[in-house]
């Protein structure tokens, strides 16, 4: 794939970022806001309250849905081993007073007054029922990351963008009315895929095909950062609307927010110029060039007749997925990469959705806990072309994986486990911001896109499965987060063999990808043995495409 040097020569004309592309970039970063509220809203629409086992006369007494008193329910109630009730069984005096599973349940509603899994009882036998609804959200974001970036290279950013607003809209509010559970599911799976997915992709291609690329970095990381802010919002509402009802169709009204996107949002040049649509790239580069005030002229006519020049003298070689896994050298920065994108995605996801049960107020858990990222993007955006892709994500994966570790063996629910977990998110949260520029950069042009939609893949994946990981917290509370902690340190050591990305030309062929990197590892590094395997050139920026489907 030829660098379009016509093309660069018309981006380079708006700069890297002006006042265009800076409201292009606020309209494009709502998707992040939407796409982090979506992802996180069943921790408080489907939050599962302290509870126990319902108890004819006491439960029917004037303790009405407060009756938490230990020595009340003694003789009705088995304890744990941590001294509290147990929240799943009962005494049966028709069995020699041997335990027996709830008949039915009285939910702690200090905090939550009505929520899916009380309405259903997923609970204790029930409780992978609403497991599995969070998985089948991450399924459907999972689908749209694979269909609808093709989709947006065929028939354009903008279009998949609005119609996937529009439609996160209408079903971000239609899931609160569905009363039956296999309904509800399918509502969410396709939620997943426009609320979570498709306006966000969208969103984050056009970005990064509007900036210049010492904006990229910044951009990139705000991206994350808005999605924090989506889980922060999740709180706030969850705070202030007690009704799981309502509060889920505030949730889904946030797509009003896309209402003017269709008039005000532009596609973006590069896909209009690469569909041949040269003229109309011209017209919003114009546009720009207006807006940012900056009096070049542009000669279309100029622009046009050497588009034509351009496409008839362009190499048509292509490559694809396949050929990450033909060569040795290219095939194992690719496993490495997947692996990152994987473990990456199920700490930061495993973390976010235990905030539920930390001790304390959930909506200040979970506010503090989409808070704690934002130290982290802020310290990255300033240190990432100081010290280096490479040491920086493993460096943030390591330590994120020990405090999962940490805190699985400290007293759930104290002051300092909180603590640490909260640390272990501020630093997956930096590795997995770093992670998507590393990818980009480590790949060459010809099958960038598809490396990336496949950590992307693998990310999904990976956050489809955290879910039904965390139930295995019914064995040993431990599991889950030691799961977590170990994945994060595997892959943050074998991030140390990846080469360094910083200053270095980007490769373009197979061939250079194959060879970048070679004998660059953080250990060669230390042993001062780091061979120079820069490109003569640097690549300049190319326009961005998902991977192909076959």
């Known amino acids: 794939m030829a660098v379009d040097y016509v093309l660069e020569e018309l981006m380079g004309k708006l700069g890297d970022f002006g006042r265009y592309q800076a409201c292009q970039f606020f309209l494009q970063i709502l998707s992040a806001l939407t796409a982090g509220l979506h992802m996180l809203s069943l921790v408080t629409v489907a939050a599962v309250p302290e509870h126990r086992c319902f108890i004819d006369g006491l439960d029917n007494s004037s303790y009405g849905y407060f009756p938490w008193n230990k020595e009340d329910f003694l003789h009705s109630i088995p304890l744990t081993s941590t001294g509290d009730l147990d929240s799943c069984r009962m005494f049966s005096s028709a069995e020699g007073n041997s335990s027996i599973?709830?008949?039915?349940?009285?939910?702690?509603?200090?905090?939550?007054?009505?929520?899916?899994?009380i309405d259903w009882n997923f609970v204790c036998n029930r409780r992978w029922m609403g497991s599995i609804v969070q998985t089948i959200f991450m399924l459907g974001v999972f689908t749209g990351a694979v269909t609808l970036g093709g989709l947006a290279d065929k028939v354009g950013r903008k279009t998949v963008f609005c119609w996937s607003a529009l439609l996160q809209l209408i079903l971000g509010v239609a899931v609160a009315f569905i009363p039956e559970y296999f309904s509800f599911m399918v509502a969410r799976y396709f939620l997943g895929i426009f609320g979570s997915a498709g306006s966000y992709i969208c969103g984050f291609v056009l970005t990064m095909e509007l900036v210049g690329t010492s904006k990229r970095t910044a951009c990139g990381i705000a991206f994350q950062a808005v999605f924090a802010s989506g889980i922060m919002l999740v709180a706030g509402w969850g705070a202030v609307i007690k009704d799981r009802q309502i509060l889920q169709i505030v949730y889904g009204l946030h797509g009003l927010i896309f209402i003017g996107h269709w008039w005000l949002l532009d596609e973006s040049p590069r896909w209009l110029w690469m569909q041949g649509r040269c003229g109309e790239a011209i017209d919003?580069?114009?546009?720009?060039?207006?807006?940012?005030?900056?009096?070049?002229?542009?000669?279309?006519?100029?622009?046009?007749?050497?588009?034509?020049?351009?496409?008839?003298?362009?190499?048509?070689?292509?490559?694809?997925?396949?050929d990450l896994f033909k060569t040795p050298n290219l095939r194992m920065k690719t496993l490495n990469v997947c692996l990152c994108w994987f473990a990456n995605s199920l700490v930061y996801y495993g973390l976010s959705l235990s905030s539920g049960k930390l001790k304390g107020n959930p909506f200040l858990m979970l506010f503090i806990m989409g808070l704690v990222e934002f130290p982290s993007y802020i310290?990255?955006?300033?240190?990432?072309?100081?010290?280096?892709?490479?040491?920086?994500?493993?460096t943030l994966m390591i330590a994120g994986g020990l405090c999962c570790i940490v805190a699985a063996n400290m007293a759930q629910g104290s002051s300092?486990?909180?603590?640490v977990v909260m640390m272990g998110k501020l630093f997956i949260a930096g590795s997995f911001a770093v992670i998507y520029n590393y990818s980009a950069e480590l790949f060459p042009t010809v099958v960038r896109n598809s490396a990336m939609g496949l950590g992307s893949m693998c990310a999904r994946l990976s956050g489809a499965l955290t879910p039904l990981i965390t139930l295995l917290d019914s064995f040993d509370p431990k599991i889950?987060?030691?799961?977590?902690?170990?994945?994060?340190?595997?892959?943050?050591?074998?991030?140390?063999?990846?080469?360094?990305?910083m200053d270095k030309a980007m490769p373009e062929s197979i061939e250079d990808g194959e060879n970048f990197g070679i004998g660059d590892t953080w250990f060669a590094q230390c042993a001062g043995r780091r061979e120079s395997t820069e490109l003569e050139s640097p690549e300049q920026m190319v326009p961005l495409k998902t991977m192909d489907k076959k």
Request: positive net charge.
């Open 101 to 117: 599973p709830c008949n039915a349940y009285v939910y702690d509603r200090t905090y939550y007054e009505t929520s899916r899994t």
């Open 416 to 419: 300092a486990s909180t603590a």
């Open 480 to 501: 889950p987060a030691v799961t977590f902690g170990a994945l994060a340190l595997i892959s943050g050591i074998w991030v140390m063999f990846l080469p360094e990305t």
């Open 284 to 322: 919003i580069v114009a546009k720009g060039l207006s807006t940012n005030r900056s009096g070049i002229p542009i000669d279309k006519d100029y622009f046009l007749q050497k588009a034509k020049m351009q496409q008839s003298a362009d190499d048509k070689t292509s490559a694809g997925l396949g």
């Open 379 to 394: 310290v990255i955006v300033f240190i990432l072309d100081r010290l280096g892709r490479r040491s920086i994500t493993s």
